[in-house]
């Protein structure tokens, strides 16, 4: 608990990675250290049709203290591998899966309202996959060896699929399909400097995550730009040091 | 909020620097991903008077959902400075000001109280200075400069009575203080490599941090070692994928 408002980053592998080293995690924790806690809600493996009963559980019913300012869902991963396989979730129960998600925190009834004003949201697309190194992976790194589950159109798919319900609902999308490939020179070849693995980010990948987060939230929600959100505990230098305890009273957002 | 059980690193800008490049909070919250969230609470430039107020805010009062596990308090380096500079607190109310926070958490009579079996706690000496680079940084880093307020034998008696605490207390301490200046072949020289201005770690130095509160924890409360700690909600491969929701509640520690 301990009393601060919070980010909270919600996802499947490639947000769980996000405290690693070189994830986008902590780059967002120290941007925001002293004011919001950033808290790493990703699970591995996980889809859509998993990730909504956890929603329920790590959002809070409405009026609760200490309150999440941000939510990043970033899903699609695993919802996206090919039809027969244990994870595969069809496109259009994956758009209503997210859906969901945003109906739970924007429909007024919901037991899980949050205000805008309150709680923005943002929407993740899966970043490309590397069919090939993604193969390799899946045949090496597990014992039983996974077979190859998923396919680069397929992915693109579901990115697309999060870009629409983006739209649909009024939701920022951060486009790392989008830059991830761009970044690559839109080839194949390009892919492996970011994702090793075919399918999880690397540091240099982790960045350009980083990078339109704090865009997005800059052009969208200034208010919520980490320079613009107050130390819940104040600046040693502002401490009363005649008569520090009233000085010493958390600061919150409205 | 979002429901995780917490780990509480407490301290001056030695913990606010926790989660940038190389510190030892993103390591901690990775190892303990999942499972439970590392919390930033540390205040650049803070001492163990102005923490104490903060203190009150940042424990939640007993039986509170979720608990905190682990309270990691690290000050010293503030309180150290020489007598007649403001960070000035002499050496009795540093002990006090522990004890203070100790009892706080330890006094079935206090409004905070935590139960040893629900919340260990463990201290931190204040790592040894470098006068030289301190010296320089002060002179060079600030607007105006601020004069040279520190010396190597203060933050080492600060660093004992620290210890002493620890020991009349019955708290385990990591004593940072010890194992860089072991690490540094007990010279002066030898500091840089772990505190580049003389006061602050780098990723080497908080490396010890890290490992020390890792081995820590695994000597004294084995069932808080990161790896005996349940994933809160479970790995996928144990999701019940004919039946979902059942094998997505929550696991909490007892």
Chains 1, 2 share one sequence.
Not at 208 to 229: G, M, Q
């Amino acid at each position: 608990m301990a009393s601060f408002d919070s980010i909270v980053l919600f996802g499947d592998s490639i947000t769980e990675g996000a405290f690693a080293a070189g994830g986008f995690g902590f780059l967002l924790a120290d941007a925001y250290r002293r004011k919001l806690d950033v808290l790493n809600r990703g699970m591995g493996g996980y889809t859509t049709d998993w990730a909504l009963p956890v929603f329920e559980q790590v959002i809070p019913k409405k009026d609760v203290q200490p309150k999440i300012r941000l939510v990043v869902i970033w899903f699609g991963a695993n919802d996206a591998v090919v039809p027969g396989f244990t994870h595969h979730v069809p496109l259009e129960r994956f758009k209503t899966n997210l859906g969901t998600m945003l109906s739970m925190l924007r429909d007024p009834s919901s037991d899980w309202y949050h205000t805008p004003e309150q709680t923005k949201i943002l929407l993740v697309t899966p970043p490309p996959i590397e069919e090939k190194a993604v193969a390799h992976w899946l045949a090496t790194a597990f014992e039983p060896p996974f077979s190859m589950d998923r396919k680069f159109a397929n992915t693109k798919m579901y990115a697309d699929a999060v870009r629409a319900v983006g739209a649909e609902r009024g939701v920022p999308v951060i486009d790392m399909w989008s830059a991830i490939w761009d970044a690559a020179g839109q080839t194949t070849e390009g892919l492996g400097q970011f994702l090793p693995d075919g399918l999880h980010l690397n540091a240099a990948g982790y960045k350009y995550a980083y990078d339109l987060i704090v865009e997005t939230i800059a052009t969208n929600w200034p208010e919520l730009k980490h320079e613009n959100v107050k130390e819940v505990f104040t600046l040693w230098e502002n401490i009363d040091k005649e008569n520090p305890r009233p000085s010493l009273q958390a600061n919150r957002l409205p």
